[in-house]
C-alpha cells in the first residue's frame, strides 16, 4: 500500500538547523510531484515547498525562500527538506505530499518546534 513516512522533526533553537526526510513506497514515486506542507496550531495547512517529478523546478513560500531547500533522490524513492535559519514561527507539523492528478497521498506529519 501508498506510505509516506516523515522523519527528522524535533526540537531546535531558533537559527538552528534540521533536516526532514520522507520516505515513499507503493506508487511509481518519480512520476509525482512532491511537497512539504506545514500546519501550525489554530492556522490553515500551508504549502512550504514542491518539486516536479525529475526533480527539475522547485517552488517555495515566501516566508522560507532563501532558509529551505527541498531536494528528491528517485533512486531512493525520498523527498527531503533541508531547513536552516529556523525561525520559531516555523514551529508546525509539516508533512509530505505526493500527487499525480487525480491521485494525493499524504504522510502522517513529523514535528518541528523551534523555540530556546
Known amino acids: 500500500q501508498v506510505q509516506l513516512v516523515e522523519s527528522g522533526g524535533g526540537l531546535v533553537q531558533p537559527g538552528g538547523s534540521l533536516r526532514l526526510s520522507c520516505a515513499a513506497s507503493?506508487?511509481?514515486?518519480?512520476?509525482?510531484?512532491m511537497s512539504w506542507y506545514r500546519q501550525a496550531p489554530g492556522k490553515e495547512r500551508e504549502l512550504v515547498a514542491d518539486?516536479?517529478?525529475?526533480?527539475?523546478?522547485?517552488n517555495y513560500t515566501d516566508s522560507v525562500k532563501g532558509r529551505f531547500t527541498i531536494s528528491r533522490d528517485n533512486n531512493k524513492n525520498a523527498v527531503y527538506l533541508q531547513m536552516n535559519s529556523l525561525k520559531v514561527e516555523d514551529t508546525a507539523v509539516y508533512y509530505c505530499?505526493?500527487?499525480?492528478?487525480?491521485?494525493?497521498?499524504w504522510g502522517q506529519g513529523t514535528q518541528v518546534t523551534v523555540s530556546s
Open positions: 505530499n505526493a500527487r499525480l492528478y487525480p491521485k494525493d497521498f
Open positions: 507503493g506508487f511509481t514515486f518519480r512520476a509525482y510531484r
Open positions: 518539486i516536479t517529478s525529475l526533480g527539475t523546478f522547485t
